[in-house]
């Protein structure tokens, strides 16, 4: 069953610009995690960001995570055309981790 | 860094042969993972393993079985295949850390599968 649910499913938007990612899920987690998938690629890992944590950054990535809310937002500032791939959230209790359907996103030059 | 590698990015198979998948990590974890990719449903699991010679079902193991006899090394079987698994195949290593659930995943770069 798919747990995070990453909105909206696809974004376009010009380089310079921030992106926006939002991730929402169901059920208590441990931690939430942020992959990038360049098309054709596996997925690499970005960002983690554990339950008790309400944000945090790393280079031009910062991630939020509201557990009231059960949600998780992913902001990319200053966007590359480098930028352009899916993202995907993924939540974990134990050995499993639950992946969304992701975010395409595409950074135009 | 770490490396995990799937023995083939392409693979054209026929139904009901019996297909091995075959994944490799060199940075000693416990835990490895099999999904697969299909478009608009995400990445889903199939089977993991969380040491030698253990595993689990993930949310689909109909159709495939695993093995780990060593730890490095996690395969995926595809018993007899059929075209509904057409897919994109994706492995996946943990450490298992000293809290589960909170280690990153290394991710192989995927083998395209197709059953004809």
């Known amino acids: 069953s798919q747990q995070g649910e990453e909105d909206p499913q696809a974004l376009s938007i010009q380089e310079g610009e921030n992106a926006t990612m939002n991730c929402s899920y169901k059920t208590s987690i441990n931690n939430l995690q942020w992959y990038r998938q360049n098309s054709g690629r596996g997925l690499v890992h970005l960002i983690l960001?554990?339950?008790?944590?309400r944000e945090k950054h790393s280079g031009r990535l910062r991630v939020t995570l509201d557990t009231s809310k059960k949600s998780s937002s992913l902001l990319i500032t200053a966007s590359r055309a480098a930028d352009t791939a899916s993202y995907f959230c993924a939540t974990s209790g134990t050995y499993k981790y639950i992946f969304g359907t992701g975010t395409r996103l595409k950074v135009l030059a | 860094d770490v490396k995990v590698t799937q023995s083939s990015r392409y693979l054209v198979k026929r139904t009901g042969e019996k297909v091995f998948l075959e994944c490799v990590q060199d940075?000693?974890?416990?835990?490895m993972f099999w999904y697969r990719q299909d478009p608009g449903l995400g990445l889903r699991l199939i089977y993991f393993?969380?040491?030698?010679?253990?595993?689990e079902k993930g949310d689909i193991p109909e159709g495939y079985s695993v093995s780990r006899e060593k730890k490095e090394r996690f395969s995926l079987i595809l018993e007899s295949a059929s075209t509904n698994q057409t897919s994109m195949y994706l492995c996946a290593s943990s450490y298992r850390g000293t809290l589960q659930g909170r280690q990153p995943q290394h991710f192989g770069d995927g083998t395209r599968l197709s059953i004809l």
């Open positions: 940075m000693d974890h416990e835990n």
């Open positions: 393993s969380y040491d030698v010679k253990m595993k």
């Open positions: 960001i554990r339950s008790n944590e």
